[in-house]
């Protein structure tokens, strides 16, 4: 009996010292709980290209000796040493792949103790987000034999533009370069060298990022300023018109579908090449290819919108075997559809033009012909006339209150190997009457 209530007491005694054990663990923590770092705070990261800046700031007045940055599920990582009395820290990473990160930030004590983590996502941009970037678009270009300059209107630009530099060589050959904000709606180029040509790329800073992004060089005619050049004999028909040259902006289709391009001398879509732009200053000559149905399209989209008054297209167009039911011009726009009138090429009786619902010429494989399209909207006669070689071959009437503008090259559902068109000296005038 007195064996048991001994047993009662010791068993007793032995579980509360155990519970003052515990309690006392709760009320006192370890020396490695007390020593632990506060975590860094105001972490952020500022977008590069193919690098990124974080930057963070230490707790106020603790023992941090250094701090180590994490990414990639972090499974890399670098250490950053502190310098004693600076709290604000900054780290920039290179040599990264384009893409969205996730980084993380510990602090270490003197100790040896780590910080709880401090985390932010960042973004590194390269190669593929400079590739799609897009030149500031230029409305028009105008060379002034006189003086010597070219005056280049500027259409608005694109958010995250924070200039345009322009490249060309004055008279005496020295290479000057032009730097415009995009606040800048004109710009004149001096002592401009006559048939030359001024290249123009335009640069990029998102918001808050370290490093500037630029296109690349695009050329620029500047005399002509835009194809259409030719001499003094080439005068529109009827009497009144004014040459005038309006922005013009070349469509190529590829396996992707329309793509809208600034003008310049030579574009191309397609690898390998499925459409084709090329301009021969020499000789005014636009030479427009379909090679592969992975393309339907390249064209010229004359920029010039119109609801009112006249308009005269005029070029030369040279059509190639096997061409056949591509369009070589038309005026878009239309109540009951997209195009009001359409001029297309076929390979019937040697190669023949279609247009306004009749056979306009035959037998034109080959061989340069003379076209010329009046438009007089409403307000003006409200007529759309076709004229090959100065005579006129067809004509409609026209009573639709719409919008239109016009394009010329070479576009429809290939039905051949390929499709090759040339216009030569195509101009634009308004303003005038169509002859009697």
């Excluded at 006249?310 to 070589?328: A, K, M, W």
Aim: proline residues 3%; neutral net charge.
């Amino acid at each position: 009996m007195m064996k048991t209530i001994y047993l009662k007491l010791v068993l007793s005694v032995a579980v509360i010292c155990t519970l003052g054990t515990a309690c006392k663990k709760k009320v006192n923590p370890t020396s490695e709980e007390e020593d632990k770092p506060a975590k860094v705070s105001n972490l952020n990261s500022y977008t590069g290209k193919t690098r990124i800046k974080l930057s963070w700031t230490l707790p106020a007045n603790a023992d941090i000796q250094k701090c180590r940055v994490y990414w990639n599920g972090e499974k890399e990582s670098t250490e950053v040493a502190v310098t004693p009395g600076k709290n604000q820290m900054e780290l920039v990473l290179s040599n990264l792949e384009e893409g969205t990160y996730y980084f993380t930030v510990y602090a270490y004590n003197s100790k040896g103790n780590i910080s709880d983590k401090m985390t932010v996502n960042g973004k590194v941009l390269g190669e593929t987000y400079e590739e799609g970037l897009s030149n500031r678009e230029i409305k028009s270009t105008v060379f002034n034999e006189t003086d010597g300059t070219v005056a280049i209107s500027w259409n608005s630009a694109a958010i995250n533009v924070i200039g345009t530099e322009i490249k060309y060589r004055n008279a005496a050959n020295v290479v000057q370069d032009v730097t415009v904000t995009p606040f800048v709606s004109t710009t004149t180029l001096t002592n401009f060298k006559k048939a030359e040509v001024f290249e123009y790329r335009t640069l990029y800073k998102p918001i808050g990022a370290i490093d500037t992004f630029y296109t690349a060089y695009e050329p620029v005619e500047a005399n002509p300023a835009q194809p259409g050049g030719g001499t003094a004999t080439d005068a529109p028909l009827g009497s009144g018109w004014v040459e005038y040259s309006p922005l013009r902006k070349i469509h190529l289709d590829d396996a992707d579908g329309l793509q809208i391009f600034n003008w310049s001398a030579y574009k191309s879509v397609g690898n390998p090449i499925c459409a084709d732009y090329n301009y021969q200053s020499a000789t005014g000559d636009e030479t427009f290819r379909i090679l592969t149905t992975k393309s339907n399209r390249s064209e010229i989209r004359i920029h010039d919108d119109y609801s009112t008054g006249s308009r005269q297209f005029q070029g030369y167009l040279t059509i190639y075997s096997p061409l056949n039911d591509e369009c070589v011009m038309q005026i878009f726009g239309s109540i009951e559809g997209a195009t009001q009138m359409m001029i297309r090429g076929y390979e019937a009786s040697g190669g023949s033009l279609r247009g306004l619902s009749q056979t306009l010429v035959t037998d034109i494989y080959n061989k340069e012909i003379r076209v010329n399209v009046i438009h007089l909207q409403e307000d003006k006669g409200a007529k759309i006339i076709i004229y090959i070689n100065g005579v006129k071959k067809a004509e409609l009437v026209d009573n639709e209150a719409v919008t239109n503008y016009m394009k010329y090259g070479n576009y429809g559902t290939m039905k051949t190997g390929q499709a090759v068109v040339k216009w030569r000296n195509a101009k634009v005038f308004r303003n005038g009457t169509a002859p009697l």
